[in-house]
């Protein structure tokens, strides 16, 4: 009974995960899953979106506001993090061709893999300077 109600809920937090483009953080996510899930915890949300993780279902992020945003596109891709409101999309360069690789050749340590982040200022912040107070 417990394994089918956890993977339910699971199959819920990834489906939520799948409907967003916006990489939530897991307080964002907790929010949304308790309206289908009023009883699921915080631990719960946690401990399933690091299991999905570690499955390879959803990616996590570290963009440097020290909280991990989740991100279900598993793809290759690159992300932009607005400084001034803090908002993380994706950025649509292509990936650069061997680029572990090429790192591999400068170093005697071993390359799994890498992330390439960009900073600055989005389109939304751009337009509206005053509208996201800093420190938020
Ligand atoms: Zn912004
Ligand atoms: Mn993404």
Redesign the pocket.
Known sequence: MRTIKHSRQRESILTFLLNRKDHPTADTLYAGIREEYPNISLGTVYRNLNLLVELGEIQKLTCGDGKDHFDADTSPHYHFV?Q????VSDLPLPPVDNLDEQAQACTDCHIDSHTLIFYG??V??LANPMA?PSDT
């Open positions: 607005c001034t409101c803090g908002c200022t989005c939304d912040c996201h």
